[in-house]
C-alpha cells in the first residue's frame, strides 16, 4: 500500500503541474493579448510592450569596418575589437571579458560608467590599442532605453537585478562619454546604441537575408523585429527609411495568468510589479521560481520528511539555479543520483528517491511552461509580421537557456508545430552567437553607411 503522505504529493505534484501547463489555446490568447499591446507600444499609448524604436534598418550584409565593440547587459562585460569585411563574413581580432562586481551594478551610476571606462583601458593596454587614436565604439547596452537616435537614448529603467542610482532618465551614450574623457580615453567616439536582440538579429541578417526576428533567452528574456515604419505611429519626426528595427522589450508583457507562486517571486524581486514575462521566462528567475514551489510542499510537508527544520535550509534566495535545474531534469539514472548529490552539496538534506522525483518534476513544469511563453511570444511576432505564415522566416536566438538547458529549444519547436502544423517549417530558429560584440559592430556599420547615404 502506497503510504498517504506519498499519495498526498502525488495529489500536489499534480495540481501544479495542472497550474504550470499553458495549452495551445492559452498560447492563442496570449498572441491576441501581445498584437494588442504591440499596437498600442507602437502609438505610445499605454502598453506593457514598450516597443522602442532603434533608428535603424537591416544590413545589406555589405557593410564594412573596424570597430571596438562594448557589451554591458548582465553580471559580465565584453569589450571586442571587430571587423566586418562586407562579403558577410565578421572576425573578432581581440576580446576582453570583466566580471561587473555587484557593488558597481547597485551603487551609484558615475562608479559604473568609472568602471566600464576602466574596463576599456585595460582591454585597450592588454591589445596593444592606442585609446587616443579615433575609433568608434558600438555599445550594447541590453536594458530598455528609449532611442532618439541611432547613438542618442535614455535608460527608462533598469532589469536584471541592476539599481545603478542616477541613470534612470539620462543619456547612456552622454554617459559613457563623460566617464571616457575622466579616464582621458580621448580617440574613442560612440557609434552606436543598441539591445543584445538588435545585435542578435543582425549578427545572422549580415548573411541570411531571410532573418527578421531576434531574440535572447538567456539571464533575461526580450527580442526585436523589422517593422514598416508606416506602423509606428509614435515616429515624432518622418523616419529615414521604410522599415526600422523595433526593440520590444517583451520581458514586461503583463496580460498573462500569474500564480500565486509568480506573485511571491515578484515580491521578492528587485523590480516588484514589473516584467511579467521575464520572471516566468528568462534564467535569471526559473532557479528561484522552483525554490519558492519546493518551499510551499515543504512546509505543507510534503518532502524531506527525515530533515528537521528543512524549510530553514531552503529559505535563503538563490540556493537553485537555472544551470542545476538543467542537470536535475537530464537526470535518468533510476534512484536519481545527481539529484541526490546536488540536494547534499547545495542544501545539506538528505532525501528519499520520491523527493528527488518532485523535484525533477517541478524543474520540468517550470522550465516547460517557460519555453512554451517562449514560444508564443515568438509566435506573436511572427504573425504580426506575416498573419498567414507565407514567408520564410530566421529566428536568431541567443542566450544560455536556448543554448543550454535540457529540451528547451526542443520545447520551444514542438510549440511552434502543434500551433502551426506543417507551416511551422516556414520557421528557422538558429542559434546566434554574439551579438552583443559582432552585431552592434554591424549596427555601427548600417548607421555610417545610411550617414552617408543621407
Ligand atoms: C532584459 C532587458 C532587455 C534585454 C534582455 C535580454 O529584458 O530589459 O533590454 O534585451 O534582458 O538581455
Not at 495529489?11 to 504591440?38: C, G, K, T
Not at 553580471?75 to 562586481?101: D, H, I, M, W
Not at 528609449?146 to 547613438?151: C, D, E, G, I, M
Not at 545572422?204 to 508606416?230: K, Q
Request: net charge neutral; hydrophobic share 40%; glycine share 8%.
Amino acid at each position: 500500500m502506497v503510504p498517504s503522505s506519498s499519495s498526498a504529493l502525488e495529489r500536489f505534484l499534480v495540481h501544479l503541474e495542472a497550474l504550470f501547463s499553458i495549452s495551445i489555446n492559452d498560447i492563442r490568447d496570449m498572441i491576441s493579448r501581445f498584437h494588442e499591446d504591440m499596437q498600442n507600444g507602437l502609438a505610445d499609448k499605454d502598453s506593457s510592450l514598450k516597443m522602442l524604436p532603434s533608428f535603424v534598418d537591416v544590413t545589406t550584409g555589405r557593410e564594412q569596418g573596424k570597430f571596438m565593440a562594448l557589451d554591458l547587459g548582465g553580471s559580465n562585460l565584453r569589450v571586442l575589437l571587430v571587423t566586418l569585411n562586407g562579403k558577410g563574413a565578421t572576425e573578432v581580432s581581440a576580446v576582453s571579458k570583466f566580471a561587473v562586481p555587484e557593488q558597481y551594478m547597485q551603487g551609484s551610476g558615475t562608479a559604473l560608467f568609472d568602471f566600464i571606462a576602466e574596463c576599456i583601458h585595460a582591454f585597450a593596454l592588454e591589445h596593444h590599442v592606442d585609446p587616443r587614436k579615433p575609433r568608434n565604439l558600438a555599445l550594447t547596452f541590453s536594458f530598455p532605453v528609449n532611442q532618439t537616435a541611432v547613438k542618442a537614448g535614455t535608460l527608462i529603467v533598469w532589469t536584471k537585478g541592476f539599481t545603478a542610482t542616477g541613470v534612470a532618465g539620462k543619456d547612456i551614450v552622454r554617459l559613457l562619454e563623460e566617464a571616457l574623457k575622466r579616464r582621458q580615453l580621448y580617440g574613442i567616439h560612440v557609434a552606436a546604441l543598441t539591445n543584445d536582440t538588435v545585435g542578435t538579429l543582425m549578427n545572422r541578417r549580415y548573411s541570411d537575408p531571410s532573418c527578421d526576428l531576434g531574440v535572447i533567452m538567456g539571464t533575461g528574456t526580450n527580442a526585436c523585429y523589422r517593422e514598416v515604419c508606416g506602423r509606428i505611429h509614435k515616429l515624432k519626426s518622418p523616419a529615414p527609411h521604410d522599415h526600422m528595427i523595433i526593440n520590444m522589450e517583451w520581458g514586461n508583457f503583463d496580460k498573462l495568468y500569474q500564480t500565486g507562486y509568480d506573485q511571491n517571486l515578484d515580491a521578492l524581486s528587485v523590480n516588484p510589479g514589473a516584467m511579467f514575462l521575464e520572471k516566468m521566462v528568462s534564467g535569471m528567475y526559473l532557479g528561484e521560481m522552483v525554490r519558492i514551489v519546493l518551499m510551499d510542499l515543504i512546509q505543507s510537508d510534503l518532502l524531506f520528511l527525515d530533515t528537521p527544520d528543512v524549510s530553514s535550509l531552503f529559505e535563503k534566495s538563490g540556493g537553485v539555479s537555472t544551470a542545476h535545474m538543467s542537470e536535475i531534469q537530464s537526470d535518468q539514472a533510476p534512484h536519481l543520483d545527481k539529484v541526490d548529490t546536488f540536494l547534499k552539496k547545495s542544501f545539506g538534506v538528505g532525501s528519499r528517491v520520491q523527493d528527488r522525483r518532485a523535484l525533477q518534476r517541478i524543474c520540468q513544469m517550470v522550465s516547460t511552461r517557460a519555453a512554451r511563453l517562449g514560444a508564443g511570444a515568438m509566435a506573436a511576432v511572427i504573425t504580426w509580421m506575416d498573419p498567414q505564415l507565407i514567408h520564410p522566416h530566421t529566428i536568431a536566438v541567443d542566450g544560455s537557456l536556448y543554448e543550454k538547458y535540457t529540451g528547451f529549444a526542443v520545447t520551444i519547436a514542438d510549440t511552434l508545430k502543434a500551433l502551426y502544423g506543417e507551416k511551422a517549417d516556414a520557421l528557422s530558429l538558429v542559434q546566434t552567437q554574439d551579438g552583443s560584440g559582432v552585431g552592434a559592430a554591424i549596427v555601427a556599420a548600417v548607421a555610417a553607411s545610411s550617414r552617408r547615404q543621407a
